[in-house]
């Protein structure tokens, strides 16, 4: 990954790495998720509790996103790959950043899906 890396190549090339047939990768987004280490519960100290989501637009650059905005003390983020599908149908539920959501999660997603650009060029 370089800082010219797009979003929707970062997904390409991890779910190559998984042998996943190229038909697949539109069904996959990057995701931004921030949390806490630990997560303050009782599943272990080491683990991740993530707490909001925000699915990154296909052209974004995530690398550039990391360098310009740092979460606060006592937080992190990290960027995972998500199933398009499963952000549609958190989304469907109403979640509106009050409740939990699917994963634990609250999704944050733009007008037109979060895609930039229209969709798949």
């Known amino acids: 990954a370089t800082p010219r890396s797009s979003a929707r190549q970062l997904v390409r090339e991890a779910l190559e790495r998984y ?13 931004d998720v921030v949390g806490r280490p630990g997560g303050g519960t009782a599943t272990g100290a ?7 989501l925000r699915e990154v637009g296909d052209w974004e650059r995530p690398l550039v996103l990391q360098e310009l905005w740092k979460p606060k003390a006592g937080w992190s983020r990290r960027f995972e790959i998500r199933r398009r599908q499963e952000l549609d149908r958190a989304a469907d539920t ?3 950043g009050d409740s939990a959501g699917e994963w634990g999660l609250s999704p944050r997603r733009r007008p037109g899906g979060g895609r930039e650009g229209g969709g798949d060029p």
């Not at 042998?19 to 995701?31: I, K, N, V």
């Open 94 to 96: 109403g979640d509106d």
């Open 19 to 31: 042998g996943l047939s190229p038909d697949d990768f539109g069904q996959f987004a990057l995701c």
């Open 46 to 52: 080491g683990g991740w509790q993530g707490e909001h």
